[in-house]
């Protein structure tokens, strides 16, 4: 394991080009010297061995785990091989993590078995479509009770160019338009406002953002649109405007159900940098999460770069205090397994103790015995206190 150079911590960072200059990752650039940290872009053409040793590895490699060729494959199991050898490094975020993410399936499966529907908060009816029967495919919805009109969805959430192509499906004669392998998922009516939650750490922020307006089941032909264009803090898509009938109301977002949200999804994704999409069923007020990204864009983030580094301080002190007990534990067993071997040696040393050889042993176990669950307390001990 590379000794961290506590006196100027490096953080490893790889974004896309475009990502680097949507976010100004420059001025972080600033924050990190201002902060005592080098801030260093990680080839990907080298070996990470020698480019370290990094305190930090913050990542959007999105791109590569998304794809499924060969040169991407090795190129993230290198990383991830890297990351594995050096626990020392806080890896922002862990990428079996970031795999579960890319996965709309994955994703939406999490909300459905998490404690969030106790608190009425659900992800919309979704099923897989990995068919290209039609039959099968409404036999399929029919069965998960997926309504129309519902939303096609790409299988990977992220880093591909057709992952944000979207299809709304309004009937059964339309339901050829689905491109499986998909995600179908009900649509649910929120009146074209969505709460953009992000995430960095302990901390969140709440931007609203246009979304799509109200839509009912009808022989209407599919509306195919991409994300990108309805759900951007300057988007301004016709199909976010509201009819007149449906402009009176204007949803609001439950605080504290948000804040339990967070709560269960940062823990139940094992992520730092993510973002939920919220939106608030105009019928019942029940908060949909019809969306979770990982690393998004934080527009509309006060001071991300503050946030981040003050995630990036804490994350490296828990685990600093995470290694000193790791090494305190194990030093007490190195001392108490010495003091095992000594004593069995004495044991063993020759000296005649008049005893027979099963006395010897059975002694030696109960001797090593006592001094393992001495150790089991000892190390107990020393988890609790930090
Ligand atoms: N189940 C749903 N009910 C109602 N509207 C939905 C639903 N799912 C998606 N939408 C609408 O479609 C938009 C895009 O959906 P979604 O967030 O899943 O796509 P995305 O490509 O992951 O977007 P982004 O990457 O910007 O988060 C949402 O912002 C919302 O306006
Ligand atoms: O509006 P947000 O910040 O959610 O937009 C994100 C979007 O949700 C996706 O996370 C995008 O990632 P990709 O799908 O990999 O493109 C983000 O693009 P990025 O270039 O910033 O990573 C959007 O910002």
């Known amino acids: 394991m590379s000794k961290i150079n506590e006196n100027n911590p490096?953080?490893?960072?790889?974004?896309?080009?475009?990502?680097?200059?949507?976010?100004?990752?420059?001025?972080?650039?600033?924050?990190?010297?201002?902060?005592?940290?080098?801030?260093?872009?990680?080839?990907?053409?080298?070996?990470?061995?020698?480019q370290g040793p990094f305190s930090v590895i913050l990542h959007k490699l999105t791109e590569f785990i998304a794809r499924n060729d060969q040169q991407a494959i090795s190129l993230i199991k290198s990383v991830e091989n890297y990351i594995n050898s050096h626990p020392e490094i806080v890896v922002i975020d862990p990428i079996e993590s970031v795999k579960i993410l890319l996965d709309r399936y994955r994703s939406y499966g999490i909300i459905a078995r998490s404690r969030l529907n106790d608190i009425d908060v659900f992800t919309p009816i979704y099923v897989e479509l990995t068919s290209n029967n039609i039959a099968e495919n409404i036999k399929k919805l029919q069965t998960y009770g997926v309504s129309f009109p519902f939303i096609c969805k790409p299988y990977v959430a992220q880093g591909t160019n057709d992952c944000h192509k979207m299809a709304l499906i309004f009937n059964e004669k339309s339901i050829v338009d689905c491109k499986p392998p998909c995600v179908a998922q009900s649509f649910v009516n929120h009146n074209a406002l969505l709460f953009k939650v992000f995430v960095v750490g302990d901390e969140y922020q709440v931007v609203e953002r246009p979304s799509l307006k109200n839509f009912y089941p009808s022989d209407r032909s599919t509306i195919f649109f991409d994300s990108h264009?309805?759900?951007?803090?300057?988007?301004?898509?016709?199909?976010?405007?509201?009819?007149?009938?449906?402009?009176?109301?204007?949803?609001?977002?439950?605080?504290?159900?948000?804040?339990?949200?967070v709560s269960v999804l940062r823990e139940e994704l094992n992520l730092t940098l993510f973002g939920i999409d919220i939106v608030v069923e105009n019928e019942t007020g029940r908060h949909a999460i019809i969306d979770i990204n990982v690393y998004p864009g934080y527009d509309g983030f006060p001071n991300f770069f503050n946030s981040l580094m003050n995630c990036i301080k804490k994350k490296l002190m828990e685990k600093h205090k995470n290694l000193t007990a790791e090494n305190r534990i194990n030093k007490t067993f190195l001392n108490c397994s010495v003091k095992v071997e000594t004593k069995l040696e004495q044991d063993d040393s020759g000296f005649d103790t008049c005893d027979s050889s099963d006395e010897r042993k059975h002694r030696q176990l109960i001797s090593s015995t006592s001094i393992n669950s001495k150790m089991n307390t000892v190390s107990k001990k020393i988890v609790n206190r930090t």
């Open 10 to 50: 490096v953080i490893g960072y790889w974004m896309s080009e475009r990502k680097r200059q949507k976010l100004n990752w420059s001025e972080f650039g600033k924050v990190c010297r201002y902060s005592g940290f080098e801030l260093v872009k990680i080839d990907l053409e080298r070996p990470l061995e020698g």
């Open 229 to 261: 264009n309805v759900s951007k803090s300057d988007s301004s898509s016709q199909l976010s405007i509201l009819d007149p009938e449906d402009q009176a109301y204007v949803p609001r977002i439950d605080d504290k159900k948000l804040k339990t949200i």
